[in-house]
């Protein structure tokens, strides 16, 4: 039997690998990927599959009647492929004997901790009944301001909430480069650890076809999940067998792995990790707060370090933090009001605003 790495892992599957140009579904491809997923299942590694290609497919499907705006073409595309995409997986699955299950949701299903606890006892309850879940944003309902940027996103909370041991982006490159793919002295970079600076990386803001994101999403998203203790392997979803040889332990294939950071990250953290969308206000820090923040000792942020705050907000809400040069560093959950904020400046014995076990810092801490 094949040694894979991992016992527990998280897809992500690109619409540009899951189409074809025109837009319509890339069967083939698909019914190889689940080929690819049986065989883990049968090793005995969980999988959950975080996948794209509804709104391509969807396409493929009719001709509108008429010209609608984004909105309404998105919410018909995806009306449309959802069903198309699930059924393939089902048919396929279905061959090996393995039963899958639709989750479909909204950023706004994570607004809050009950909602994020919520989606975590779904994914784990279908996992230990064998249940292939297949992941999607519900593109039928998303309001735009509250979308995610892509399903690379979704996928890094997916795979934090499972506790996956590594997630898989499949894309259609090698993985990330130090140049722009196929140029001339453009290698790829096979290993990124925090050590290695965004200079050395060639990240493109190009959008592929049928998607909303690009390599410049992968890579934040990839860095947060490593740096949450998550490996992150991003390969080419089109190169025969890539999810099993990235997986086995034997072979080598070309790819980008991100080293995870060897911590543990509390499930509260790994939830405001990715709520910063929700924030109800923002705070501007003074220097001294930013530093002592982004330090490697654990600190909390008192209210002494806080220039000032932009917007009211109550206790349990969350709040972006800046520097005063407008840098974002991080976010975390208030522990008072904006309402006691100047009175607690002046304590003797100050409450954090923020308390280091529900603050979440870029740098990973």
């Given at each position: 039997?094949t040694?894979?790495r991992?016992?527990k892992i998280?897809?992500k599957v690109?619409?540009n690998?899951?189409?074809?140009d025109d837009g319509?579904?890339n069967v083939?491809?698909i019914?190889?990927?689940v080929d690819q997923?049986?065989a ?7 999988v959950v599959?975080v996948?794209?290609g ?5 396409k493929?499907v009719l001709?509108?009647?008429r010209?609608?705006?984004a909105?309404s073409?998105?919410?018909l ?10 059924n393939?997986?089902s048919?396929?699955l279905r061959?090996?004997?393995l039963?899958c299950?639709q989750?479909?949701t ?5 607004s809050s901790r ?6 975590k006892?779904?994914i ?13 944003e ?6 735009n ?6 399903n690379?996103e979704?996928s890094?909370?997916?795979a934090?909430?499972?506790g ?12 990330v480069?130090?140049g722009a ?7 790829i970079?096979p ?8 200079g050395?990386i ?12 690009g ?10 999940v ?7 392997h991003?390969a080419n ?5 890539i999810l099993?040889d ?6 080598s294939?070309?790819h980008?792995f991100?080293?995870p950071?060897?911590k543990?990250v ?6 405001i990790?990715?709520?910063?969308s929700?924030?109800?206000?923002r705070v501007?820090?003074n220097?001294g707060?930013a530093q002592a923040?982004?330090?490697e000792?654990?600190?909390?942020l008192?209210?002494?370090g ?9 206790r349990?809400?969350?709040?972006k933090?800046f520097?005063e040069?407008?840098?974002y ?8 009001g ?6 607690e400046?002046?304590?003797?014995r ?6 280091y ?5 870029e740098?990973?801490?």
């Amino acid at each position: 039997m094949t040694n894979f790495r991992y016992k527990k892992i998280t897809v992500k599957v690109g619409s540009n690998v899951l189409t074809r140009d025109d837009g319509t579904l890339n069967v083939p491809r698909i019914a190889h990927l689940v080929d690819q997923l049986a065989a883990l299942h049968k090793a005995g590694v969980e999988v959950v599959l975080v996948s794209s290609g509804a709104v391509a497919s969807g396409k493929a499907v009719l001709t509108p009647v008429r010209k609608y705006d984004a909105v309404s073409s998105r919410q018909l595309w995806a009306a449309l492929g959802q069903v198309k995409l699930i059924n393939r997986y089902s048919d396929f699955l279905r061959e090996h004997n393995l039963v899958c299950a639709q989750v479909l949701t909204t950023k706004e299903n994570f607004s809050s901790r009950k909602h994020y606890l919520n989606m975590k006892n779904c994914i784990t309850t279908l996992l230990e009944n064998r249940v292939i879940p297949i992941v999607n944003e519900n593109d039928t309902i998303s309001v735009n301001e509250l979308m995610f940027t892509d399903n690379d996103e979704l996928s890094g909370l997916i795979a934090t909430l499972a506790g996956s041991e590594a997630l898989i982006i499949l894309t259609n490159v090698d993985g990330v480069y130090t140049g722009a793919p196929g140029t001339e002295g453009a290698e790829i970079i096979p290993e990124i650890s925090r050590d290695i600076e965004e200079g050395e990386i060639h990240v493109s803001g190009q959008m592929s076809g049928f998607g909303r994101g690009g390599m410049r999403t992968k890579l934040r998203i990839a860095r947060k999940v490593a740096d949450g203790g998550i490996a992150v392997h991003v390969a080419n979803g089109n190169r025969e067998n890539i999810l099993l040889d990235v997986l086995n332990e034997e072979k080598s294939v070309p790819h980008t792995f991100f080293v995870p950071e060897e911590k543990a990250v509390s499930g509260v953290k790994n939830w405001i990790a990715y709520s910063d969308s929700f924030a109800k206000s923002r705070v501007i820090i003074n220097q001294g707060a930013a530093q002592a923040l982004m330090s490697e000792k654990a600190v909390s942020l008192l209210p002494v370090g806080v220039v000032t705050s932009e917007g009211a907000f109550k206790r349990g809400d969350l709040l972006k933090i800046f520097d005063e040069n407008d840098h974002y560093l991080g976010v975390g959950k208030a522990q008072f009001g904006s309402e006691k904020l100047e009175k607690e400046k002046l304590a003797a014995r100050q409450k954090p605003l923020i308390h280091y076990d529900y603050l979440y810092l870029e740098n990973g801490k």
